[in-house]
C-alpha cells in the first residue's frame, strides 16, 4: 500500500467515526436546550472535508510504535492489554487497528478544526474547505464570532474528552494528553508569534512542525506504548518534515515571492530538510515496508500541489 492509498483509508475511518461521535454531541444538545442544535450543526460542519492527515499519522504512529520489539517480542501496549483483559471489543491486537485509535485520531482532527475557526477569525477569512468559515456561517458580526470562538473552545475540550476516554491504559493516556497539551502549548506560541516580527523558522517548527507532522506521530506512538527513544526520533523527523510541509505550503499559497528564484530556492529549502527527515528514518524503523510507507509520505507531502 502507498502513502496516498493508506490515507485515504484511514481518512475514511476517521470521517466515519468522526461523524458517530458529533452525532452523540448533537443528541446530548438537543437534550440540554434547542438553541444549541444549529450551533452544533455549524461546527459540525466545519469538521468535516480536508484531507485528515494528522488523524491519519496518529494511527500511523501507533502502527509504528507497535511494530518494535519492546519486550521480547511482545508490543509493550500488548503486554498491558493481555494483563486488563484487553483493549476493548473493537480492537484485535495483532491484527487490523479499526477502534480506539481512530478515535485519537478523531480527537486530534476535531482540535483542528477548532484552531481554524479562531485561525480564520485572527485572519479575517471567510472561506475554508471550499465553503464559508464557521464565523461567517453563523453571520460574520460580532455574534458570530462570539459563538465561533466558545465552539472552538468547546472543540478543544471535547478532543480531551475523546482521548480520556479511550480504553488504552492510564498511563499511555497521561502522557499522551501530556504531549497533546505540550503541542497546543506550543502551536498556540506559533500562531502568537506568527504576528509578531520574529524568525519565521521558529513560527514553522511551533505552529506546523510539531502540530501537524510530530505531535501525531508521537502521540500515536505513546498510545502503543513506545520508548522515549522512539518518541524522540519521531520528533526530529516530524520536525524537519514539517518544516518541509510548512515551506510547501508557503509555495502554494505565493508567499515566498513570485519570482522563479525565490520559488526554486524555496523548493531546494523543502528538500534539504525532507532529506533531513530521511536520515532520522533507520532509527525509528528497520521494517521495509514502514520505512517505504514514510518515505512515501514525506514525497506526498512536499511534491503536492494543493
Not at 125 to 140: C, V
Not at 141 to 164: E, N, P
Not at 260 to 269: D, F, L, R, T
Request: proline fraction near 2%; hydrophobic fraction near 40%.
Amino acid at each position: 500500500m502507498n502513502f496516498k492509498r493508506y490515507l485515504n483509508k484511514a481518512a475514511v475511518e476517521v470521517d466515519r467515526e468522526l461523524e458517530k461521535i458529533l452525532k452523540e454531541q448533537l443528541k446530548k444538545a438537543e437534550k440540554t436546550d434547542r438553541k444549541l442544535i444549529s450551533l452544533v450543526k455549524a461546527f459540525t460542519r466545519s469538521c468535516r472535508g480536508g484531507k485528515k492527515i494528522r488523524g491519519t499519522l496518529v494511527k500511523l504512529g501507533y502502527e509504528i510504535a507497535r511494530g518494535k520489539d519492546h519486550s521480547g517480542g511482545v508490543p509493550l501496549i500488548a503486554l498491558r492489554a493481555t494483563i486488563r483483559g484487553g483493549i476493548d471489543g473493537k480492537t484485535r491486537l495483532g491484527g487490523k487497528i479499526i477502534g480506539e485509535i481512530i478515535k485519537v485520531g478523531v480527537a486530534y482532527e476535531i482540535c483542528h478544526s477548532a484552531i481554524l475557526a479562531h485561525d480564520d477569525i485572527i485572519d479575517e477569512s471567510l472561506i475554508r474547505r471550499g465553503q464559508p468559515s464557521l464565523h461567517a456561517a453563523l453571520g460574520g458580526d460580532h455574534y458570530g464570532i462570539s459563538q465561533t470562538i466558545c465552539l472552538a473552545d468547546y472543540g478543544f475540550f471535547l478532543s480531551y474528552k475523546i482521548i480520556c476516554e479511550t480504553d488504552f491504559p492510564d498511563d499511555c493516556k497521561i502522557e499522551a494528553l501530556n504531549l497533546f497539551s505540550k503541542v497546543m502549548i506550543n502551536t498556540t506560541w506559533g500562531q502568537m508569534l506568527d504576528s509578531e516580527e520574529t524568525d519565521p523558522l521558529i513560527v514553522m517548527k511551533l505552529k506546523t512542525a510539531y502540530y501537524t507532522i510530530a505531535g501525531p506521530l508521537q502521540i500515536g506512538a505513546v498510545l502503543a506504548g513506545a520508548d522515549q527513544e522512539l518518541i524522540k526520533e519521531l520528533g526530529k523527523f516530524g520536525e524537519n518534515l514539517g518544516i518541509a510541509f510548512q515551506i510547501k505550503d508557503d509555495i502554494l499559497d505565493s508567499d515566498v515571492g513570485s519570482d522563479v528564484g525565490s520559488i526554486e530556492k524555496a523548493e531546494k529549502e523543502a528538500e534539504e530538510y525532507k532529506n533531513r527527515a530521511m536520515k532520522v528514518l533507520p532509527r525509528i524503523t528497520k521494517e521495509q515496508k514502514m520505512s517505504k510507507l514514510l518515505q512515501q509520505m514525506a514525497e506526498y507531502l512536499i511534491e503536492r500541489n494543493k
